[in-house]
Nanobody, 121 residues
Framework: QLQLVESGGGLVQPGGSLRLSCAIS????????IGWFRQAPGKEREGVSC????????NRADSVKGRFTISRDNARNTVYLQMNSLTPEDTAIYYC??????????????WGQGTQVTVSS
């Protein structure tokens, strides 16, 4: 059974940083494409970033370009999202999701439970 578990969320002040982790079990990360998504209260879920099974990364949201970086460690079966220069507008539940394939594209068939990120002074 393919499972994803997010961690690393929490409360941070504006301008601070967090690193989120997505631990994958039940499948080797070598063959998976992983995306990070977020959903703020009252808003639709949006794609944040994606990294393909070949290691090519794509930023999905214009608001995070230059601030967020996605990476993967295949040996540890873990994907990371480094978030810098955080603002209150980044407050959301962050999810990681997986698809079997090489490309960053819909659909994502497996989802984690989410981790809360709150940016507030």
């Amino acid at each position: 059974q393919l499972q994803l578990v997010e961690s690393g969320g929490g409360l941070v002040q504006p301008g601070g940083s967090l690193r989120l982790s997505c631990a994958i079990s039940g499948a080797t990360l070598d063959y998976l494409t992983i995306g990070w998504f977020r959903q703020a209260p009252g808003k639709e879920r949006e794609g944040v970033s994606c990294i393909s099974s070949s290691g090519v990364s794509t930023n999905r949201a214009d608001s995070v370009k230059g601030r967020f970086t996605i990476s993967r460690d295949n040996a540890r079966n873990t994907v990371y999202l480094q978030m810098n220069s955080l603002t209150p507008e980044d407050t959301a539940i962050y999810y990681c999701a997986a698809r079997k394939g090489r490309l960053c594209r819909e659909p994502y068939d497996y989802w984690g439970q989410g981790t809360q990120v709150t940016v507030s002074s």
